[in-house]
């Protein structure tokens, strides 16, 4: 810290207002970044409203409103209610985060980065309907069609879990198989590690 001091010490006037410049613009950045406060209010839901009358329910019920947060300081980023998929497209949520300006793509929530992002997998201008080159992340609700990808990956998922090589009729003969085939691969490793 010490060694910072004599660092901006020494900058002329123009470095010191740049600096002081990019301090700013390095918070105004955090605070549409990131929302600790977002992460304590996930819901997982089995679906999001479909229209503004259930969105605005959903939002009462919610109400992100009354949560205490440091984070939208300015009135341009609310701290608002939003229903969106996840990163990984396989599940719906609920969460109180701040709103930003989506880009063409299905808005989604990124729980590690405690942020409402763009989901770069999913480009929602090119489904039928397509969302708009823009809008605001609360509004996720009207586009459905990302919803859409949720429930597909629910069906592969559930296809994988229950398409399982021994069905309930052979389940006696895979548990026959087990202990032969790990025996088996216990030589080979013994031979592999000598």
Not at 78 to 96: D, G, K, P, S
């Amino acid at each position: 810290m010490y060694l910072i001091f004599f660092w901006v010490r020494d900058m002329g006037v123009r470095s010191k207002i740049l600096l002081i410049w990019m301090f700013h613009v390095y918070t105004k950045i955090l605070a549409i970044t990131l929302c600790e406060k977002s992460n304590l209010t996930v819901r997982y839901v089995e679906k999001c409203p479909t229209d503004f009358t259930s969105w605005k329910i959903a939002a009462e019920k919610m109400n992100c409103e009354s949560i205490e947060q440091k984070c939208s300081q300015t009135g341009r980023y609310r701290f608002q209610y939003h229903c969106v998929i996840n990163a990984w497209r396989n599940a719906t949520l609920e969460v109180c985060a701040l709103n930003r300006t989506i880009i063409g793509y299905c808005t989604e929530y990124s729980i590690k980065g405690i942020v409402i992002q763009d989901n770069y997998g999913a480009d929602c201008t090119k489904f039928n309907p397509p969302c708009p080159a823009s809008y605001n992340s609360a509004e996720a609700y009207k586009y459905q069609t990302c919803y859409d990808l949720v429930k597909r990956n629910r069906k592969m998922t559930e296809y994988a879990v229950t398409k399982h090589p021994c069905s309930a009729s052979d389940i006696r003969l895979c548990d026959k198989l087990v202990v032969p085939i790990l025996s088996i691969l216990n030589v080979i490793r013994a031979h592999v590690l000598q």
